[in-house]
């Protein structure tokens, strides 16, 4: 999924409870289901700001000599503008983007 193209906030906002617990009519198990997907995409972003910065490295034997990448910290700063991994988790689950079950309620029916 395109991170970087995401409506979610990039700061503090109040959200409605009853529109967060409107697809499981039970706030914790939403927020747990928001918990999750939001380390989901914290996963994500991270192994991707990973394999980027990793096109920059540069690899010396050397600890006397500290190089500023420019490239490096222009990607860094980009990735740290993001929203925060909740707020993308809270926005998907807003809009009906992530998918749950409940194996337990899926039984009994």
């Known amino acids: 999924m395109d ?3 995401t409506k979610a906030a990039s700061s503090t906002i109040t959200y409605d409870k009853t529109k967060i617990e409107a697809p499981t009519e039970n706030i914790y198990e939403a927020i747990t289901i928001i918990a999750k997907r939001a ?3 914290a996963g994500d972003l991270k192994s ?3 394999e980027k910065l990793e096109e920059f490295a540069t690899y010396t034997d050397s600890l ?3 190089f500023e990448n420019k490239e ?3 990607v860094s ?3 740290e503008k993001l929203p ?3 707020a993308i988790a ?3 689950w807003l809009e009906g983007k992530v998918y749950h079950r409940n194996p337990e309620t899926d039984i009994k029916e």
């Open 64 to 66: 006397d000599e500290v």
């Open 3 to 5: 991170y970087k193209n």
């Open 90 to 92: 809270v926005e998907e």
């Open 72 to 74: 490096q910290i222009e």
């Open 39 to 41: 380390e989901q995409i």
């Open 84 to 86: 925060k991994s909740t």
């Open 77 to 79: 700063k980009f990735y």
């Open 48 to 50: 991707e700001l990973i």
